[in-house]
C-alpha cells in the first residue's frame, strides 16, 4: 500500500499497521504466545502448584510425574512452579531493560540529531564505543563492577543496549528537523524541549517500538547468560537462566531439568522476535522486498 | 538490527541442541552394532534417539568400542588449572606436585612420621634444632646428585623474601637458617621451636627436595613449568588450561617414601602420566565414562551412585581433611553478640544438608577439627556436639535474649529499633555444593525468623573482599593435614582475617600450641584453642566430606590412597591391556 493510498482511506497510521500485521501469520502466532505467557506471570501464584522455593528434600530430582508435572530439580523444588514463576523474571527483565535502554537512547538520540555539531559528534562517538562491544561481554565487565544481582545485570544490559536506539533516533531525527513544520513551531516560539519531545519524538516513535520489540528477547537472553555464571539472578530465585546453569551438573542424571527452562526461554524470545519481525514490516513495508 | 534477533534466535536453538545433545547422550547406551563409531569418542556426537528404548540403563555409554590408551598414557582428570608448578611460589600445592618432590621425612597409611630422604634425625634445644640424617647416593631425575648443599639452597630459597613463599610460614615455621654439617648431615635452625613441623615437612610438596644444579640450569621461570626432582615422576610438559604431561623418574627409589603399602621398589611402572585440565565436573565425568580419562580425582557426589554400580569403575575412600563452615563476621552487627552466633549455630540442621546436597557423602562435624586433621580430639568433637545439637526452642531463646523478637508478627524477627533480621550470606562460585548447602541453610533459619540472601562471589574475589571484611557471614572451607590451621585462621595477628574474632585466651592457646613439639603438651594446648572456640562460635562447623577417587579397572590397577596425607600411590599400579 502506497502514501498516496493510505490518505485515500483516510485510516490512521496505527490502524493501518494492525491490519498489515494481522496478516501476518508467524507475528500474530508470535502475540497469541506473548499473551499467554503474560497471562501465566499475572496468574503464576494461581496456577504453580507449589511454591517456587518450597523445598521437598525427600523428592529429589525426581523424574516428571503426575505428582511434579515437570520433575524436580536438586533441592527438590518444582520445576512446573518455578518455570513459570520465571516467566514473571523474564518479562519484568526484558520490559525493564528495553524501557530504560530506550529512555537512554531516545534522549541522547534526539539531543544528538536535533543540535547536530560538536553535541553530535561527542554522543556519537561514544555510541560508536558502546556499539562496538558485544553487549554480553560489556555487561560482564559493569556487573563485575556493580555486583551480582538481578536488578545490577539489568541496569548493566541497559547501558549496552542505549546505542542501537540513539543511532536509530538521531538519524530520524536528523531528516524530520529538516521538515517545515519543525520550521514552523520554531518560528511560533516553541521551546527546544517542546519541539523534541512533541513534534520530532512522535514521528520517529515507530522505529523505537520495533526496536523495543526486538530488545525485549535480547536483555532476556543477556540476563540469562548472565545468570548462567553466577551473575545475574542469585539462588533460590526461579530465574530460567539460573535454572539452566544449575542444571547444567545434572544433564545426564536429570536431563528434564535443562529442558523446560531451556525451552522456556526459548519460546519466550521467539515469541518477542516474531511480534518484532511483523511489526517491522507492518510499519515499515517499503523495506519488505 | 536482523543480527540482534539472529543473536537471539541462534541462542535459543544453541540451548536446545545442547539439551537435545544431552539427552541423545544419556539415552544412547550403546553405539549401533553395524555402524563401528568412527573416530569422535565425545558423547555428544552419539545420534540414535529414534532406537531409544525407554528403559533406561544408567550405566550410560560403553567404551567398548574406542581403544584405551595406544601409547600406554594414564590419563588422570583434574579440575584446577595451577598458578605455576614450583610449589615454593604457588598459593595451591595438590598431587600435580606431590608426585614430583620427595622430601625429608614421610607419613604412612597408618599416620606414623617415617623416613623419606632422611635417614634419622634428631630434635635438639628444646625444638630450636633439628638435625637430619641424610640418604647417600640420592639422585634426581636426570641423574644431578642431591647432597646437604641442595637441601640448604632448596630451604634457603624457600625461606629467602624474594621467593615470597605463599606457604613458607605455615610449613617451615620461622626457620632462620639451614647448616651443613657435612655431606650427609643438615641442621635445622629455628627461631622458635615450630609444633607442626615434621607433619608439614612430611605432607606439603613445597617441602620437596630438588637439585641445585637443575634448578640454576633452567632457571625460576622454567622450573615453575617443568619442574623436576627426587619424585616418582617429573613433567615434560605442561599445556596451560589443557594439559600437564609426566615421564617417570628413573632414579626413583621405594626407600624416599618407604610407605609399608607400596611393594614395587624401584621406580612406578607406568612410564607417562597426563593431567588433563577439564574445569566442568559434568564434562569430566563424562570423559571418564567414555575412557578418555582413567582416573578421577575427586567424584562429584551427584555421580557417585552411577559410577558405584560401575563394575568398571574402582573407588577409593576416604576423609578429606577440610572443614566446610559458615563463618561471621564477629565484629559486624548482629554478629558482634555471641548469642546470636549461637542461635544460629542451634538452629542449623547438618543431617538435611548432608543428605541433600552432597547425597550423604559426608560426616557431620561439630567442632573446628575434623577426624583425618592431626590433633583431633573426639572428646573435644563430642563436646561440641552435645553443646549444639539441633534445638529450634533454645535458638528462639537465645535470639529473644539478644532482642530479636517478631515485632510486627510478619515472621521475620526484628531488633529494638525495627530492623529486620536480614543478612547476606556469601557463597563462593567455586564450590560445585555450595548454592545448594546455602539453600537448604536459607530455608532451616527461614524457621527460626531470619531472612537470608545469598550471595555468588568468583572464588578469587571472594577470600580478598572477606578478609577485607565486606561481609556479614560467609559459607567457606578451611583445610591442612594439621591443627596448626586453627593458628593460621583464627591468630588474630599472623592468620588470616576471616571471621574477626579476637581474644587473647585464644592468641595465647594458639601460639602455644605453634611452639610446642611434644605431641602430649601440643595436644592441650590444641584442645585449649578448641574449646574458646566452640563456645565463642565465630563459626558454625557443618561438614567433611567423603572423597572418592576413581579409576578405570580396564585400564589400570593398582592405585592406592594414603588416607592420611590423601596422596596417590602410582608406585606399584599397572596398565592393562
Given at each position: 500500500m502506497t502514501e498516496e493510498k493510505r490518505r485515500a482511506v483516510g485510516v490512521s497510521m496505527w490502524k493501518l499497521t494492525w491490519r498489515r500485521f494481522r496478516k501476518n501469520k508467524l507475528a500474530m502466532t508470535g502475540l497469541v504466545i506473548l499473551c499467554i505467557i503474560i497471562a501465566i506471570a499475572i496468574l503464576a501464584p494461581v496456577i504453580a502448584p507449589y511454591s517456587p522455593v518450597e523445598q521437598h528434600l525427600e523428592d529429589r530430582?525426581?523424574?516428571?510425574?503426575?505428582?511434579?508435572?515437570f520433575g524436580t530439580d536438586e533441592l527438590g523444588r518444582d520445576i512446573l512452579s518455578r518455570v513459570l514463576y520465571g516467566t514473571q523474571i523474564a518479562l519484568r527483565v526484558g520490559v525493564l531493560v528495553a524501557l530504560i535502554s530506550a529512555a537512554i537512547g531516545v534522549t541522547l538520540g534526539l539531543i544528538s540529531g536535533y543540535y547536530g555539531g560538536i553535541v553530535d559528534e561527542v554522543l556519537m562517538r561514544i555510541v560508536d564505543i558502546v556499539w562496538s562491544f558485544p553487549s554480553l561481554i560489556l555487561a560482564l565487565a559493569i556487573v563485575s563492577?556493580?555486583?551480582?544481582?538481578?536488578?545490577?545485570?539489568?541496569?548493566?544490559?541497559?547501558?549496552?543496549?542505549?546505542?542501537?536506539?540513539?543511532?536509530?533516533?538521531?538519524?530520524?531525527?536528523?531528516?524530520?528537523?529538516?521538515?517545515?513544520?519543525?520550521?514552523?513551531?520554531?518560528?511560533?516560539?516553541?521551546?527546544?524541549?517542546?519541539?523534541?519531545?512533541?513534534?520530532?519524538?512522535?514521528?520517529?516513535?515507530?522505529?523505537?517500538?520495533?526496536?523495543?520489540?526486538?530488545?525485549?528477547?535480547?536483555?532476556?537472553?543477556?540476563?540469562?547468560?548472565?545468570?548462567?555464571?553466577?551473575?545475574?539472578?542469585?539462588?533460590?530465585?526461579?530465574?530460567?537462566?539460573?535454572?539452566?546453569?544449575?542444571?547444567?551438573?545434572?544433564?545426564?542424571?536429570?536431563?528434564?531439568?535443562?529442558?523446560?527452562?531451556?525451552?522456556?526461554?526459548?519460546?519466550?524470545?521467539?515469541?518477542?522476535?516474531?511480534?518484532?519481525?511483523?511489526?517491522?514490516?507492518?510499519?515499515?513495508?517499503?523495506?519488505?522486498? | 538490527m536482523v543480527s540482534r534477533t539472529l543473536v537471539g534466535v541462534i541462542a535459543a536453538v544453541i540451548i536446545i541442541i545442547a539439551i537435545a545433545a544431552g539427552i541423545a547422550g544419556y539415552y544412547a547406551?550403546?553405539?549401533p552394532a553395524t555402524t563401528t563409531p568412527t573416530t569422535s569418542p565425545s558423547p555428544t556426537s552419539t545420534t540414535p534417539t529414534a532406537t531409544t528404548p525407554a528403559t533406561t540403563t544408567p550405566t550410560a555409554t560403553t567404551p567398548t568400542a574406542t581403544t584405551p590408551a595406544v601409547e600406554k598414557v594414564l590419563v588422570i582428570g583434574y579440575t584446577r588449572?595451577?598458578?605455576?608448578?614450583?610449589?615454593?611460589?604457588?598459593?595451591?600445592?595438590?598431587?600435580?606436585?606431590?608426585?614430583?618432590?620427595?622430601?625429608?621425612?614421610?607419613i604412612d597409611s597408618e599416620g606414623n612420621i617415617i623416613t623419606g630422604l632422611a635417614e634419622s634425625w634428631k630434635i635438639s634445644d628444646g625444638g630450636k634444632v633439628i638435625t637430619f640424617h641424610l640418604r647417600k647416593g640420592i639422585k634426581d631425575a636426570f641423574g644431578n646428585p642431591i647432597t646437604a648443599e641442595d637441601f640448604k639452597f632448596d630451604f634457603e630459597r624457600f625461606i629467602a623474601p624474594e621467593t615470597a613463599s605463599p606457604s613458607a610460614p605455615l610449613v617451615v615455621g620461622t626457620l632462620k637458617e639451614v647448616k651443613v654439617i657435612d655431606d650427609y648431615t643438615v641442621q635445622f635452625i629455628f627461631e622458635e621451636p615450630y609444633g607442626p613441623i615434621l607433619s608439614m615437612l612430611a605432607t606439603m610438596p613445597s617441602a620437596g627436595i630438588y637439585s641445585e644444579e637443575y634448578f640454576k640450569k633452567v632457571g625460576d621461570v622454567e622450573f615453575g613449568t617443568k619442574p623436576a626432582a627426587t619424585g616418582p615422576?617429573?613433567?615434560?610438559?605442561?599445556?596451560?588450561?589443557?594439559?600437564?604431561?609426566?615421564?617417570?623418574?628413573?632414579?626413583?627409589?621405594?626407600?624416599?617414601?618407604?610407605?609399608?603399602?607400596?611393594?614395587?621398589?624401584?621406580?612406578?611402572?607406568?612410564?607417562?602420566?597426563?593431567?588433563?585440565?577439564?574445569?566442568?565436573?559434568?564434562?569430566?565425568?563424562?570423559?571418564?565414562?567414555?575412557?578418555?580419562?582413567?582416573?578421577?580425582?575427586?567424584?562429584?557426589?551427584?555421580?557417585?551412585?552411577e559410577l558405584k554400580n560401575d563394575p568398571k569403575v574402582t573407588m577409593i575412600p576416604f576423609l578429606e581433611y577440610t572443614l566446610h563452615y559458615v563463618g561471621f563476621n564477629c565484629q559486624k552487627y548482629p554478629f558482634n553478640d555471641t548469642r546470636v552466633r549461637q542461635a544460629i549455630a542451634y538452629a542449623i540442621d547438618r543431617k538435611p544438608i548432608i543428605e541433600a546436597a552432597l547425597e550423604g557423602l559426608a560426616v557431620p562435624i561439630y567442632g573446628p577439627l575434623v577426624p583425618s586433621m592431626i590433633g583431633y580430639s573426639e572428646k573435644v568433637e563430642e563436646y561440641a556436639k552435645q553443646k549444639y545439637q539441633y534445638n529450634l526452642e533454645k535458638a528462639k531463646e537465645l535470639l529473644a535474649e539478644a532482642g530479636w523478637v517478631d515485632r510486627d508478627g510478619d515472621g521475620i524477627l526484628e531488633d529494638r529499633n525495627g530492623n529486620?533480621?536480614?543478612?547476606?550470606?556469601?557463597?563462593?562460585?567455586?564450590?560445585?555444593?555450595?548454592?545448594?548447602?546455602?539453600?537448604?541453610?536459607?530455608?532451616?533459619?527461614?524457621?527460626?525468623?531470619?531472612?537470608?540472601?545469598?550471595?555468588?562471589?568468583?572464588?578469587?574475589?571472594?577470600?580478598?573482599?572477606?578478609?577485607k571484611g565486606k561481609h556479614q557471614a560467609y559459607l567457606f572451607r578451611y583445610g591442612l593435614m594439621d591443627a596448626q590451621i586453627l593458628f593460621y585462621m583464627f591468630h588474630s595477628k599472623k592468620g588470616v582475617k576471616r571471621m574477626f574474632f579476637y581474644r587473647s585466651d585464644l592468641d595465647a592457646a594458639l601460639e602455644k600450641m605453634g611452639s610446642t613439639i611434644d605431641p602430649k603438651e601440643r595436644q592441650k594446648y590444641i584442645e585449649e584453642a578448641e574449646k574458646i572456640l566452640i563456645d565463642g562460635c565465630p563459626m558454625v562447623p557443618l561438614y567433611a566430606r567423603k572423597i572418592f577417587v576413581a579409576y578405570r579397572n580396564d585400564v589400570v590397577e593398582g592405585i592406592k590412597v594414603n588416607p592420611y596425607t590423601q596422596s596417590l600411590y602410582f608406585n606399584d599400579a599397572k596398565l592393562k591391556g
Open positions: 530430582l525426581q523424574p516428571p510425574s503426575s505428582k511434579y508435572l563492577i556493580l555486583g551480582p544481582g538481578l536488578i545490577n545485570a539489568m541496569v548493566a544490559i541497559a547501558l549496552t543496549m542505549w546505542a542501537s536506539y540513539a543511532r536509530i533516533v538521531r538519524g530520524e531525527t536528523l531528516s524530520v528537523r529538516e521538515e517545515l513544520y519543525i520550521e514552523a513551531a520554531r518560528a511560533i516560539g516553541e521551546s527546544d524541549i517542546r519541539i523534541l519531545f512533541s513534534y520530532i519524538l512522535p514521528n520517529v516513535m515507530s522505529s523505537i517500538l520495533v526496536l523495543i520489540t526486538y530488545n525485549i528477547p535480547s536483555a532476556i537472553i543477556v540476563a540469562a547468560s548472565l545468570s548462567f555464571l553466577g551473575l545475574g539472578a542469585q539462588p533460590p530465585t526461579p530465574d530460567w537462566g539460573l535454572m539452566l546453569s544449575t542444571a547444567r551438573t545434572y544433564l545426564t542424571i536429570a536431563p528434564w531439568y535443562s529442558i523446560f527452562p531451556g525451552v522456556a526461554i526459548m519460546i519466550t524470545v521467539l515469541a518477542f522476535n516474531f511480534i518484532g519481525d511483523g511489526l517491522r514490516d507492518a510499519i515499515q513495508p517499503e523495506r519488505v522486498s | 547406551t550403546r553405539p588449572p595451577p598458578d605455576t608448578l614450583d610449589p615454593q611460589k604457588s598459593t595451591w600445592v595438590d598431587i600435580t606436585t606431590d608426585i614430583v618432590f620427595a622430601r625429608l621425612v614421610n615422576y617429573y613433567v615434560v610438559e605442561w599445556v596451560r588450561g589443557s594439559h600437564i604431561d609426566y615421564a617417570v623418574n628413573p632414579n626413583y627409589k621405594r626407600e624416599y617414601y618407604p610407605d609399608s603399602v607400596i611393594e614395587n621398589e624401584g621406580p612406578p611402572y607406568i612410564k607417562k602420566l597426563r593431567f588433563r585440565i577439564i574445569t566442568e565436573p559434568f564434562t569430566l565425568v563424562s570423559e571418564f565414562k567414555a575412557g578418555n580419562v582413567h582416573v578421577l580425582l575427586d567424584v562429584p557426589p551427584e555421580y557417585y551412585k529486620k533480621f536480614e543478612f547476606e550470606l556469601w557463597i563462593s562460585t567455586g564450590e560445585l555444593e555450595a548454592p545448594k548447602v546455602a539453600q537448604i541453610i536459607q530455608s532451616q533459619l527461614a524457621k527460626i525468623g531470619i531472612k537470608v540472601k545469598i550471595r555468588q562471589v568468583e572464588e578469587s574475589a571472594f577470600t580478598d573482599l572477606v578478609s
